[in-house]
């Protein structure tokens, strides 16, 4: 047979990323469309929660233009290098990657496709190790990182859409939950958050029950808004943000997926 | 080293298309990206000891450096990356190292003095050519 040759346009990195995916049991994307509705305190929370139980739990900021993980967990360390890869520093359990963690604090000012190379390379690089869920903090936007990572394994990812009651919130969620459906994306459900007390809770559980309906996706639970949390974060202290009461009507409203799992 | 995981990974993807061929790799190139700051030679270490006793073994591997080209989004300017490297600290190349995309994060265009890049050749390793027997 006379020698062939071909020339390369496949990225190499996608096996990389798919070889790491491997060791990881349930991806979960935590996303809203709309910014400043709490995603990322919601997905530090729930790690921190899901590692308390037992769980073995990565967490991946994938907002690059806007990281807040790091900050929340008061995480700063540059990843470490080790022959399978960057090792993720870890903080009460469980193992963060961000962006920040290699900028520091420096703006990011990239393109879109430039995002899905950084976090191309970022997930190809990482070794979680064996992880029972890999959270990503999802940045707002239905853009390029959105349609990048609900591509990525598939069948064991799945969506936890976060809204605010308001309908600037709950308009920017249905459009999410719209483009799930057409990408045939498994929706956990949804988290109302910053709720606050009555009379306006009824309205927010309201709006929210709507959105959930209109969506055929479950309301999981309404979470409060929390003084406590707010100033937890300020702090940059996790362990105190799971003692507060947002994070205890997290923990109830994630229940039945934890014992599922 | 990240140099070693990434090396891996292009063994594995060649190894793969070896496999998918049904037919043994000859020699394949390797094009080694300016603004990931490699060392050819250290490269070229990792891929000897990482083919050995695999089907890659006897595979010839060669190397081609490719200048980084950048693009001010900016200003349309094109440049490389020698008109920007004098302007980073050393922890800045070492971010550029790990994340060529943070360059915008540490370097400014030199005609118009946004931070706003498009890199169009010469970001990081790639698999360039396998050539089959």
């Known amino acids: 047979m006379p020698s062939t040759r071909r020339s390369c346009s496949a990225d190499f990195r996608k096996g990389m990323i798919e070889k790491r995916l491997r060791r990881v049991r349930s991806i979960i994307l935590i996303l809203s469309g709309k910014g400043g509705v709490g995603k990322s305190v919601i997905s530090a929370a729930l790690a921190e929660i899901l590692a308390q139980a037992g769980l073995k739990v990565g967490l991946l900021d994938a907002d690059v233009y806007g990281p807040s993980s790091a900050l929340i967990f008061g995480v700063h360390d540059f990843p470490k290098e080790k022959a399978n890869g960057l090792v993720p520093p870890s903080r009460s359990g469980v193992k963060l990657m961000s962006v920040d963690l290699f900028a520091s604090g420096r703006p990011v000012p990239i393109t879109g496709l430039a995002t899905v190379q950084v976090l191309t390379e970022v997930l190809a690089l990482t070794d979680w190790g064996e992880l029972d869920y890999l959270l990503v903090d999802m940045p707002p936007s239905t853009g390029d990182i959105m349609m990048f990572l609900t591509s990525l394994e598939k069948r064991k990812t799945s969506a936890l859409v976060v809204s605010m009651p308001d309908r600037l919130s709950t308009g920017v969620a249905s459009r999410v939950l719209t483009l799930l459906r057409s990408e045939r994306f498994r929706v956990i459900g949804i988290l109302g958050n910053m709720v606050r007390k009555a009379p306006s809770l009824s309205e927010g559980a309201s709006s929210l029950e709507t959105l959930a309906s209109a969506s055929r996706a479950p309301l999981l639970g309404v979470l409060p808004f929390d003084e406590g949390a707010a100033a937890a974060v300020e702090r940059g202290d996790i362990d105190g943000l799971v003692r507060t009461r947002f994070s205890a009507q997290l923990r109830r409203s994630v229940k039945r997926h934890i014992d599922q799992s | ?133």
């Open chain 2, 1 to 133: 080293m990240h140099e070693l995981t990434l090396v891996q990974g292009i063994l594995d993807s060649v190894n793969e298309s070896s496999s998918r061929e049904d037919r043994r790799v000859a020699r394949y190139t390797v094009g080694v990206g300016e603004l990931a700051q490699f060392d050819v030679r250290l490269l070229r270490k990792l891929f000897r000891d990482l083919s050995k006793n695999t089907t890659l073994e006897g595979a010839k591997v060669s190397f081609v450096r490719e200048k980084a080209r950048l693009r001010c989004l900016g200003c349309e300017r094109t440049m490389s990356f020698g008109d920007l490297s004098g302007q980073l600290s050393q922890q800045e190349k070492e971010m550029v190292h790990f994340l060529p995309e943070l360059l915008n994060s540490c370097a400014k265009c030199p005609s118009c003095s946004r931070s706003y890049f498009e890199i169009d050749a010469g970001r990081s390793v790639r698999i360039v050519e396998i050539a089959f027997d």
